[in-house]
Structure formats: C-alpha cells, structure tokens
DNA sequence: TTGGCAACTGAATCGAAGT
DNA sequence: CACTTCGATTCAGTTGCCA
C-alpha cells in the first residue's frame, strides 16, 4: 500500500483511542480489513461453585464478576463464534489474531476459531513464575494459561520477526513456552483502596513478546476485551497504534491514564533486527560483474562429488544439466531443491569456500557506502 | 469392592492383553464401568499439505499415515465424539480419561470432552527438552504438547496420588507443566530396517508419571489408540493392568515382544506415599485416656491470642464456647472452619508443641506394633 | 539504610464420609 | 438427595513494619 493511501485509511480509524461498549457491535462498525492484529483475553468462563479458603482459612479472591457468567457452554459458544467473526471481518488479509485462555474455555475458543477458517500458527503456553497453588491438593498446580496465535486464513502471509525471536533467546530459535512471572507489585494497577483494579491483569512482558514477534511498528492492534489496557500501554512504548474496546467504566479510567502516562518508544529503538529475507538480494551474476569469479571459473559441491562451470551471463553448466546455481544444484543431486548459494564451492585460499562468502561480503560493503 | 468381586470383575476383562481392530467397536463390546483409566493418544489430524525438507534438502520423516487423514473437522469431530463416548461408557463411575494432543486436535477433542460430560481436572503441559526446530523460521519452535486430564464426571473422585507427586517434585506441588525429552535411543524401537516403528512413540517418563499419579497398582488402564504399547509397557512395570486396543499388526507385534520383556514390578516398591486422609483416625480423647494431656490443662494458639481449657470428655472450653478442638478453635477466631490438631498447642520442654505432635508420636507406636 | 519477619496474594471449575 | 461433621491443605513473591 502507498503511504498515502495507508495515512488515509488510518485516519477512518479510531486509533490510539479507547471504544465504549459492546465489542462486537463495535468491529462491526469498523471497516473491513484494516487491523494487522487482533489480540483478545476474552472472559474464561470459570464454573466456581463454592468459595475456596487457603489453608489458614483466609478466604481466596476469586474470579466472581458477572462478564464472567455465562448460563451454559452453549451460550458461550456462541458468544465466542460471534466476536471471531466480527474480528475476523476487521482483520486484514495478512492479519492474525491472538487469544489467551485456560482449559475453561480455551478447547472452545480453538475449536471455533478452526470452523471459522482461521488459520492456527502455533499455541504457545505462558509457563506462570508464581502461580497460586492447589489448596486442596487434589489437583496439579494451575501453572500455565494458553496462548493460541492463527492467522486470518490459511493463505495470509503473516508477520513474523524470526530473527527478533531468536536473538531474544540467546540465538536459539524462540520456543513455544514462554515463561513470565504473573502480575503483580508496581504493575499490578490497584484503586484508592488498594483493590485491585481488574482480577485478572496481564503482564506487560507477554504483551511485549506477541507485540515484538508478530507486528511491525506503525501496526494497528485491536484488543476487543481491552479491561485496565495493557495493550494498548505496551503498542505505545512499542510504536504500535491500538484500538481498544471496553464495557466498564472503571477499567477505561484506569486504562486512560495508565496510558497517558506511557512515552511513546523511539522510532529507532523499535526496528527489528533485519529479516534475511529483507536483505539486499544479490544475484550471483553481480559477482561475476564484479569479478569475483571468472567466467569459464569450475564450482564444486563440499564433498567434490559434482562440479560445474561458471558461464559469463551467470549461468552454469554441469554435463548436460544447466541454469541457475540452484536449479543446476538440485539437477546433479537428483533434488527437489537446492540453495545453490551454499551447496557451491570455489577454491579460495587453497579451502573449497561456499560462494555464499562472496555475497556476504559484497553486502558488508554495500552497507558500509550506504552509511 | 470386595477383592471377590474385584478379581471376578477382571476374570471378565480381557486383562493385560491386545485387541485387535477398531477401538469403538471393542470399547463397546467390554462391560461398562469396568475399567479405572482411559489412556488416548488419538491420531491427531496432522494437516501436512506437502513434505517438509531441512535446510540442507533432506526429507523430514513426517506422520503421513493413513490413519491420521481425515477429510474435514466434521469427520475428525464425529470420530473423536464416538471414541469418547465409547470410553466414557466403559469408565468407572470414578474412573478419568488422559488424552495427548497437539493443536492440530486438542481443542477439539477438549470441547467433546466438555459436551459429553467429562469433568476437566488438568490441562498439563508435556515440554520438549529436544523438539523439532522450525525449519522455516516461519513459527515458533513447536515445542510442547497438551495432555488433557479429564474424570468421567463431575461427581467422581478420582485418583490423584498427591503426596507421591509432591515428592516426586522435591517436595513441592507438581505444576501443569512437566519437562521431558522426546522418545529417542535405545527407547525408540526400530525395525529390521532401522526404521522406527511407530511414528510419534511416547516416551515411557510421560506414562510413568500419568500412572504414578492417577492410577493404583492393580488397576485396569485401557487404550484405545496402543500403537507400539507404551502405556502397556509401563503399566507392567508398575504393577497396573492395561487392556490395548490396537488396528496395525506391525505395531502389535512390536508391543506384544516389547511387553514380554518387561519384568513386572516388585508390589512393595509400587505403594504409594500414604496419603494422610488415609491414616488411622486418633480421637482428640483417647489423647486423654492415654495421659498424654491432663483434663484441666491448658491450650492455647501459637501466638497465645486464645486458650482453652480441655475437659475430661475431650471437649474444649474458652469463654462461652465449648465443643471439639476443631469447633473450639474455629469460633475463637470467628472462623468458619479450623484444623484443632494444628490449631491448638501445649507447654512442651517449655516450648508451644502443636497437640498434632501427640497424634503423629500415636500413630508411630501403632505402626511399631502391627509391624 | 538495611535486614528480618509477618502478613498478604494470585483466572481455581479444589473433600470425604456419614446421617 | 441435602445436610452435618470431621479435618486436610500452599508456593513464589511482594509489601510493610520494626529493630
């Protein structure tokens, strides 16, 4: 989309700002396909019938608000289908959603999202530090919720920053249990009488994770169940907009000015690091331009099974097979595919050295004009 | 039960053996509430459109069996209801159901289970120490799978081995979340071919530790889905029985030589951690009979806040209140429960000992003497 | 200021047996 | 079935008070 066209289409939509109401009758009003993610922690459904104390008696803090009531699975059913649907509308092509839950409602929520044509991408566990513990001991320790991460449909080409990921995580590729301490000290948002504001706010660090791996800056996220806005505080240090929905007034005046309150993150700050795929392509005919390599030049596999001759336009040549270093790659193994970037050696300092060394360097260089 | 009943109920079932064909059908032909534990690793409607490959072109080794197409969720959803159903009906009124999954099925065998009345205990967590990397940098690392631990019903008490679980865990609560690699080396079996047997073969740690907590030595553990007969396999070695079920005749004969290499379990070292709900009860009066506490003397809270005096009859009294330690110490506090044993303490060595400490010294002598 | 201890808390489908 | 009685059961972390 041309910039002009994506400032305008920004400016259709409520961003950076807080929906007072129904969320469903409000992404109804919003235009189809213009949100890059959804993320929703929609009410779990808890069925709890009797008090729970601990152990010295003191009584439990649960979860007892009325959006959490729901008569039977049935209505919840079709609460659920009602607000996917009305996501999936908003979303754009290449958009995804993201919904939390525990094993309440969360078997429901994944089922209706697969009927719905959305396209699941990974369920991912949030590992909690500090869990509450079994009282009763009759059970495992409730130790984890459930995150699922689907895209709008099968064919959408999400964003994902895999490099980010991986670099966050010690240069391992980024798992799919995450762990993160629960909310709680400072970041717990409590009221004039030290209550806390909403049961069951979550973390900023998971935000700051899904956020981090799955938007780009400038991405519009709608949270539909938007509660005290720890969303929309975490897009606002990310450079990200919102678009939050909310019911209850108590929630939106402490999102408000939780949010208010928030420095918008430092474009520089907020780039990713840069996907491979996103780098300077350099065709291997460019070296051959450059005079890296000569043509009539012979490349050879690592094992020096196959060899092949480099040919002026960037062709090569092996026995009867010939094309492109990937193609050509693929015909002499009798493969499917090949990177021909790294399955081709030259002979470099007397060591067979893959061309690929060639194009790492020429990028070093072109970086190093262009800064 | 009585043992009678017990042992001609198993002369019914076809104990410690394979069955051989589809799983609804046998499941239905064995007497209802019969069976302890349902163990089902279900196939689980992989949805691999096109073979994966590895960076360096080889060919993942995927699940791409017949027995895991399916043509749609409907298709999937009919098979899972049928199955569950099936099982639900041969459960123990007090009887659960384990399920592994992916999320590819999980959310939808979770919802059935929901529909037709099973009664969510846990979901847990299987964590990947050695998972398969995402070999397109396009996702998460995959690494986890769900369990389901499900009763057959609201109203059933099932089996939770609490205090073997909570040792087995240095002595804190077992979490939702358990860690283990997957099943390679020698555990992995391998056929002539060197080709593993069965594609997705569970480790036996996963089984051990679903047996340990969830079953008693002798009960009957059923499942469906048998595969190479790792829930067999372990279920010998601990002293259960299992009844498998099982269509492919390559992994039949593959369970059937793995199980009879197993030696079974020594019956002392299956007990379990004795619960304490299950010890021999020690009425606060016979603390009395036996000169351990004086009618007259004094107890009082550990931090001295309230006292009672202990009456011949092993009742309590303090101010207006009388009644059982447990009554006592509760209206004291204006609680609407309490545990006396641990509530209320004596002048011991000249330190406040809980009168607990009395039982605990009652119950050793016990033990000394049966023994 | 710091250290030690007591009190409090978190999305929880949280008991079993007898009358 | 409802109701009563007996008595079993908690982890990691934060806050606040007091020495």
Redesign the interface.
């Known amino acids: 989309m041309a910039p002009e066209a994506a400032a305008e289409e920004a400016s259709r939509l409520p961003i950076d700002s807080i929906l007072v109401g129904d969320c469903i009758d409000h992404m109804n009003a919003l235009p189809a396909g213009s949100v890059d993610l959804v993320f929703a922690d929609p009410p779990y459904n808890l069925q709890l019938e009797q008090g729970l104390?601990r152990p010295d008696?003191s009584k439990v803090d649960a979860v007892d608000d009325e959006w959490d009531k729901f008569d039977s699975?049935a209505h919840y059913d079709k609460f659920t289908r009602a607000w996917l649907k009305a996501a999936r509308r908003v979303l754009k092509p290449d958009g995804a959603l993201w919904v939390i839950g525990?094993?309440?409602n969360?078997?429901?929520?994944?089922?209706a999202?697969?009927?719905l044509d959305y396209w699941?991408?990974?369920?991912?566990?949030w590992?909690k530090a500090n869990?509450m513990?079994?009282f009763r001991?009759?059970?495992?320790?409730?130790?984890?919720e459930?995150l699922?991460?689907a895209a709008k449909s099968q064919k959408s080409r999400v964003t994902?920053n895999?490099e980010a990921?991986k670099l966050a995580n010690d240069d391992t590729?980024?798992?799919?249990?995450w762990l993160f301490p629960i909310c709680t000290g400072t970041e717990r948002l409590k009221n004039d009488d030290d209550e806390k504001v909403h049961p069951t706010q979550k973390p900023e660090a998971l935000l700051f994770r899904i956020l981090n791996?799955t938007t780009k800056p400038g991405d519009v996220v709608l949270d539909p169940f938007f509660g005290t806005g720890t969303t929309g505080a975490v897009a606002r240090k990310l450079g990200r907009h919102f678009i939050g929905i909310e019911r209850e007034d108590s929630y939106i005046n402490a999102a408000l000015k939780r949010i208010a309150a928030i420095r918008p993150g430092v474009f520089e700050a907020l780039q990713s690091v840069t996907p491979k795929r996103k780098e300077v392509r350099i065709p291997f005919g460019s070296l051959i331009e450059q005079g890296l390599i000569e043509p009539g030049a012979q490349l050879f596999d690592l094992n020096k099974r196959y060899s092949a001759m480099v040919r002026a336009d960037g062709s090569l040549v092996s026995g009867s097979h010939q094309g492109s270093i990937h193609k050509v790659g693929a015909l002499v193994?009798g493969?499917?595919?090949?990177?021909g970037w790294t399955f081709w050696h030259h002979e470099q300092s007397g060591r067979p050295t893959p061309i690929d060394n060639l194009r790492i360097g020429i990028r070093a260089k072109l970086e190093l004009m262009s800064a």
Chains 1, 2 share one sequence.
């Open positions: 104390t008696q699975f525990s094993y309440h969360i078997f429901r929520v994944g089922a999202l697969q009927d699941m991408l990974n369920d991912v566990i590992r869990p513990p079994n001991g009759t059970r495992f320790t409730n130790a984890h459930t699922i991460w994902f895999y990921m590729q980024m798992r799919s249990d791996a193994q493969a499917e595919a090949c990177n």
